[in-house]
């Protein structure tokens, strides 16, 4: 992890040509694979997707739960997941742009939260994950995908990244500090993808879930 501000990714710069990645949506689908075949949803859930982006794990979801509140940082991803919306007349996804670091905490309280790959652009994960224990209604379920710990080749533009990648069993910890129980993490995804030198490095993919 960078010792010092990595700086902003201007994510509303890139949200236009976001979906047009096919490594991105392949990541994006694994993680969505492997939520869904995690946790059981149905009509009754409401659900937060933080780190939405264009929603791309939000309309997976969609269809399976009652309400979807797709929160992102960037009203430039929101503005395309928005006209997604739009486009497919959906009445059960709201979009927020909202700061889980910085902003205060919304009154809604929901029965599910999902986060992919989003977390290594938290700078605090402990204070983070407090707040979205606050979030979820008692027994409540929380999933978070992102990268496997790795040495910052991943991203060829470091730029808002504060984490190389987890050590599961040490974001376990701190979920389970954070008043979270039945913590499990498993892979979803091993890639090959290049790297600066036009070398191919294998990365890997964790789901973490656990309950409040």
Do not use: C
Request: proline share 5%.
């Amino acid at each position: 992890m960078p010792d010092d501000d990595p700086g902003k990714r201007d994510f509303d710069g890139g949200a236009a040509d976001w979906d047009a990645n096919p490594a991105r949506l392949r990541m994006t689908g694994a993680l969505a694979d492997a939520v869904l075949s995690r946790l059981t949803l149905d009509r009754n859930l409401s659900v937060l997707d933080y780190g939405a982006g264009t929603g791309l794990v939000t309309l997976r979801i969609q269809p399976l739960v009652g309400r979807v509140v797709a929160a992102d940082t960037s009203p430039g991803m929101l503005a395309v997941l928005q006209r997604k919306i739009a486009a497919a007349e959906l009445r059960n996804v709201a979009v927020r742009l909202w700061n889980v670091e910085t902003d205060p905490l919304p009154e809604d309280r929901f029965d599910v939260v999902v986060s992919t790959m989003t977390f290594h652009h938290l700078r605090d994960i402990p204070a983070a994950l407090e707040r979205f224990h606050g979030l979820l209604v008692p027994g409540g379920r929380i999933a978070v995908g992102d990268l496997d710990r790795e040495d910052g080749d991943f991203h060829a533009d470091p730029s808002g990244v504060w984490h190389f990648g987890f050590d599961r069993d040490e974001l376990g910890r701190q979920f389970a500090e954070a008043g979270f129980g039945r913590v499990h993490a498993e892979t979803a995804l091993r890639f090959e993808r290049a790297v600066a030198g036009g070398q191919f490095k294998e990365f890997s993919l964790f789901l973490l879930t656990a309950e409040k």
